[in-house]
């Protein structure tokens, strides 16, 4: 086994390396008075230098000049310009090893140095304990080292004893853990965690595996298997309050490590390490458990009302031929009776004569079942299904506590009522129930035969703990998304202290007041200036027309040079086969060394595999299908890599190394400078067992899938990705992608199509400091809000709303601000806010005052879209790169016909990431083809501009090979790194 790494290379150069930058030289290498005695002291030139050089490094980092290292020239030059010297003495000085050993020592007492003793190694023991208590990164561990040893004005050892430190640092803060956990544990329970990992008869598994592979597709059974699990976690005796002894950073990596670790393996850890590591996985999936449970009893609950209404529409298709004989005998009785009234007849004589009674009488009945059938509640139409609803209703109300921030919730007591009937065995109920928490019209239709109907009642109470579960009104023990609002947020008392500070970082002011005033002055201004353009004419692109604002679509801008170039160039790219384009973009960018092993942090030691695994995500081939079309590959070493190494903080470390690099490549500056960006979803359909975790959204179509929801830069730079149902509103999601990554990209504007828009998305916008620019659908339809009153703008009349509420937004201006902050520190996920408020029935203040500002945020930009053009342009633009984007992932994402077959969320979600890291591996790949040909062009004497070239995207794919047998044992040697372009010449010749 080779020795275990604290810190990789770059990361020991960044900590020990001497800065060259003009600060750095001016603060740590100007000598003053007594330094140029001391080295005036020494006889000869390279002596004085070589003494100044130890001096200023040992007092800068702390440590000694290590054998033959020669310092940056910059210093030596910069040193021995005051001095007097020639630099080139100092190579005269580096090759005397005593006489530099012997101006350290006297170095050392000079700047009241000490080596390192026991007590000093023991001090930076305790610091790296302290450190590895949050985590087992090595950076932050061997920084907190470093810092020990300095402070006690110890000279540093060698980077191989800092090391050493580190990881017995670490060690130690893994058994503090481990111990924190399992102390008060008794024997017993000990003994049955250890059962965990052994194979049960009656299961035909380990209860390991069994938690873990808990079902997810919505349905009955698979619920009632979700609270099996969850009753007997809870049998096992762990107090979930254990978690909190130790620290959140520890607790994750213990969780992370639970996570990837099989039964098998768990077995040959320590006893300590195997009883904490399963102490970790039983409290992390009883949450877990418990928010699948709820997850699915919500979507079973829609899924009942949603077929009841789907069966309401097929009862009104059904009798079509039926409905129409009526239409048509109505149609006749009014005939008649016109008649009747014209001539002076009597009604119903001509009535008789010309329609036939018999006929009317005849159709009654008919029509009578067609009139009931349209008038049926859905709650009735809902409870034809209750047969399915009682195989789940009595587990899941029985073993779940729910609770409420109303005081006497009716709806808690609706539940005690049903829980005590399920536990008596009785059907009716009784002749009192709690009903304040139902609707008017659930209630009458409950009580329409005096008595409650026990079937109406169960359902409409469950439908409404549905509603409240998913806007948090109520919440559940054990769970940990659904909790009240409050407990997803910064802490108050932080939260007040950041304020008091001025601390907060937000894009808005502290005082509400102020905030008002200013964007009522800026709307005001900015609504007189558009009437004013509108009435005159002014506006490009726009026309006002009878009192409404018609935008005029714009004309496509690529001229026909930039259509030929990129023809052109197309033809250049070499022609590439996707292993060797994975592997050329992992040698620039080093992205496959950031799946780091979960405990150790090391990086993979089989490059190959770990790319034959991002690929088998990326192309859908997954990876046993992968392993049997790769030479020289195997199935184990696949799945090794993607146990050990695949994660999602390691996909996103990966995505960030290669969208960095392609931010940083000269070539993308042409496209963006980074800071705006698109977000959109694309549909995947769901297929074989996929199919019932799926969700149907009829505008895809009838079949089930899931949607990935992606962001992509102006340079054509991927940063985010996330699987989502495609019942799901997209706007929920529209923040989450600007926090969720670790790229370099500081995105200031994100366009959007429709779905991704709403008043509560613009009103989140302005307290995160970003700009949300998106292309809203029939932008004449949708209103100015204003805060004056509409005739102070009577060309805009027709487009004037509902005025802002601001008494609203100034009373829940310090909870907004509260969530604004806890959104840019990454407390909590945007979505889990926008959610809550989007799914509330009734929308508290908070929402409400969110709305508001939303409506304030939409008017200023509604305004600003019909001012500007280049805003049209730019958001076109910009969402233009996306769709063409999508094509390019359609064409990778290929094997199974691009159809998610992926059950579980996490395999889910591991597709989307390796089809987002696959896609920007291609898209730098092609940047620095285009790049190399664009100079080859120019060098040839073609003039093409930047105006031009700015045109070219890199998401062509004809010239790369994604199918066939995936070769990875045989490395290509290129000349000079990169690959011969083809010349178009060529080509045509060779046809």
Avoid at 461 to 469: E, V
């Amino acid at each position: 086994m080779g020795r275990r790494k604290l810190i990789n290379a770059g990361e020991a150069q960044t900590l020990l390396e001497l800065a060259v930058d003009e600060d750095s030289l001016i603060r740590h290498y100007t000598l003053d008075a007594g330094d140029r005695l001391e080295c005036e002291l020494r006889r000869r030139p390279h002596n004085q230098l070589g003494f100044a050089v130890q001096l200023c490094v040992m007092r800068h980092t702390g440590r000694l000049l290590g054998d033959g290292e020669l310092p940056p020239t910059l210093i030596i030059e910069y040193l021995a310009d005051q001095l007097g010297i020639e630099p080139r003495h100092f190579s005269i000085y580096a090759t005397r090893t005593q006489t530099r050993f012997d101006h350290s020592r006297h170095l050392t007492e000079y700047l009241g140095l000490h080596l390192a003793n026991k007590d000093d190694r023991r001090a930076a023991l305790v610091a790296a304990t302290d450190a590895a208590a949050s985590g087992d990164k090595g950076l932050p561990i061997t920084e907190a080292i470093i810092k020990a040893f300095r402070d006690r004005r110890a000279l540093l050892p060698s980077l191989h004893s800092i090391v050493k430190i580190g990881i017995a640092g670490r060690a130690l803060a893994r058994r503090r853990a481990e111990a924190g956990l399992i102390s008060n544990l008794t024997p017993e329970t000990l003994v049955s965690l250890d059962d965990l990992l052994t194979v049960e008869p009656a299961i035909g598994q380990t209860r390991f595996h069994w938690l873990k592979s808990a079902p997810e597709a919505p349905g009955a059974l698979n619920l009632v298997g979700l609270i099996e699990r969850v009753i007997f976690l809870r049998s096992l005796g762990i107090d979930p309050r254990l978690q909190a002894r130790i620290p959140s950073g520890r607790w994750e990596q213990m969780v992370r490590e639970g996570d990837a670790t099989p039964a098998w393996l768990a077995n040959d850890f320590t006893a300590s390490r195997r009883h904490a590591t399963l102490v970790a996985q039983v409290i992390k999936l009883g949450q877990k458990l418990t928010d699948d449970a709820m997850t699915m009893f919500i979507k079973l609950i829609g899924r009942l009302f949603s077929k009841a209404n789907n069966r309401k529409k097929q009862r009104h298709m059904n009798p079509r031929a039926e409905t129409s004989k009526v239409l048509r005998l109505f149609l006749d009785t009014i005939v008649a009776l016109q008649a009747a009234n014209d001539t002076g007849e009597d009604a119903i004589d001509t009535l008789n004569r010309q329609v036939g009674w018999n006929r009317l009488l005849q159709i009654k009945p008919g029509l009578e079942a067609i009139v009931e059938s349209n008038s049926t509640s859905p709650l009735a139409l809902a409870a034809e299904q209750y047969g399915n609803l009682r195989k789940y209703a009595a587990a899941f109300l029985q073993n779940f506590n729910f609770q409420s921030r109303r005081r006497h919730d009716p709806l808690l007591a609706a539940i005690a009522v049903l829980r005590s009937l399920y536990a008596e065995g009785r059907r009716v109920l009784p002749e009192r129930v709690p009903v304040a928490h139902l609707a008017k019209s659930d209630r009458k239709l409950i009580f329409e035969n005096g008595k409650p109907d026990r079937r109406l009642y169960e359902i409409a109470t469950l439908a409404h703990l549905r509603d409240r579960l998913r806007s948090r009104d109520v919440w559940v023990e054990g769970s940990r998304a659904f909790r009240p609002i409050d407990e997803h947020l910064m802490s108050r008392s932080t939260f007040v202290a950041l304020k008091e500070e001025d601390k907060l970082g937000l894009g808005v002011q502290r005082d509400g007041e102020a905030w008002l005033t200013e964007v009522r002055q800026m709307m005001d201004l900015n609504l007189k200036r558009l009437a004013y353009r509108a009435r005159n004419g002014k506006l490009e692109g726009v026309r006002l027309e009878a009192g409404t604002l018609i935008v005029t679509p714009h004309a496509r801008d690529v001229p026909a040079a930039a259509e030929d170039l990129n023809a052109e160039i197309s033809e250049m790219y070499p022609l590439v086969e996707i292993p060797d384009l994975l592997r050329e973009v992992h040698e620039w960018t080093g992205f496959a060394d950031q799946f780091s092993h979960v405990r150790t942090g090391d990086v993979p030691r089989n490059i190959p595999a770990m790319l034959a695994g991002v690929l088998a995500d990326g192309t859908n081939l997954g990876p046993k299908r992968m392993a049997g079309a790769s030479k020289g590959i195997s199935a184990h070493q696949i799945g090794w890599m993607r146990t050990f190494h695949a994660r999602s903080e390691t996909y996103r470390a990966a995505q960030a190394c290669v969208t960095d690099a392609h931010t940083l490549h000269p070539h993308s500056r042409l496209w963006g400078d980074g800071t705006t960006a698109s977000s959109d979803g694309q549909f995947f359909r769901a297929s074989d067992r996929a199919a019932k975790r799926g969700d149907i959204n009829l505008h895809y179509g009838s079949e089930p899938g899931t949607k990935f929801y992606s962001g992509l830069s102006d340079q054509y730079g991927y940063f985010s990705i996330l699987p989502i149902s495609p019942t799901e509103s997209e706007a929920v999601y529209v923040l989450d992608g600007l926090f969720d990554h670790d790229t370099i990209l500081e995105i200031e504007e994100l366009f959007t199509d429709t779905g991704g828009a709403s008043d509560q998305v613009f009103g989140l916008f302005p307290f995160v400091g970003k700009r949300f620019a998106p292309r809203l659908r029939n932008i004449k339809d949708r209103k100015f809000h204003t805060f004056e009153r509409a005739d102070t703008y009577p060309a805009l009349a027709n487009h004037i709303g509902t005025p802002i509420n601001t008494t609203l937004i100034l009373e829940n201006w310090d909870d907004l601000l509260r969530i604004g902050a806890s959104v840019t520190t990454r407390t909590v996920a945007p979505s889990t806010i926008l959610k809550m408020f989007a799914t509330s029935s009734k929308a508290n203040d908070l929402a409400k005052a969110l709305r508001e500002i939303g409506r304030i945020e939409r008017t200023l930009f509604m305004i600003e879209w019909y001012s500007s053009q280049s805003l049209r342009r730019r958001c076109q633009a910009g969402l233009n790169k996306g769709e063409a984007a999508h094509k390019l992932k359609r064409a990778v994402f290929f094997h199974e016909r691009g159809e998610i077959r992926d059950r579980s969320y996490d395999s889910q979600a591991f597709r989307a990431s390796g089809l987002n890291l696959v896609v920007s591996t291609i898209v730098h790949w092609n940047t620095v083809y285009l790049s190399r040909a664009v100079a080859h062009l120019r060098q040839q004497g073609r003039k093409i501009t930047d105006d031009v070239l700015k045109h070219i995207s890199p998401l062509r794919w004809e010239h790369i090979n994604l199918t066939g047998i995936y070769s990875w044992d045989t490395e290509k040697q290129i000349p000079e790194g990169f690959r011969t372009l083809r010349s178009p010449g060529k080509i045509l010749r060779a046809a």
